[in-house]
């Protein structure tokens, strides 16, 4: 399988350990990150020159390699004052999202904790709104890299 990508070079500084380098590989048509490698910078370069070096190797999110990432965004309703310090299991988020989870979208529950996303009072329930970002993966037609 050949896949569209990105590689992502970048330096940790760190006051918990000593500092590193980081190569993440990237799926353009999912946008996941699917393997993250840590290295120090001593050998970091000697890889540069041809010399075979140890690290560790994260493996995150094969199940969404190769197929294509879909997102949308909803309004949704949440209770009135609803605070994320009184759902601390976010049971009412699940709760409240899981309407609208349906054919593969999983709504971000990060979004509701974030005052950008607020929309204000918008129903007579008295409920407050937030755009809410919903994600899912589909399968892609085949695609080849020439």
Known sequence: MKLKGEIHIGRVTSNVED??????????????????????FSNFSKAITSQI??????????????????????????????????DPDDKIIENVLSEFEIDGWKGDKSYVKNHHNYIGEKSTELSDCYSMLFRRYIEKEKEYIK
């Open 53 to 86: 070096v140890d690290c560790e190797i994260d493996v995150l999110g094969l199940d969404k390699i190769g197929k294509k990432l879909e997102t949308k965004r909803i309004d949704v309703y949440f209770p009135k004052n609803y605070s994320s310090k009184t």
């Open 19 to 40: 500092d590193f380098i980081t190569v993440e590989l990237k799926d353009s048509n999912s946008s996941t990150t699917f393997a993250r490698a840590k290295i120090s």
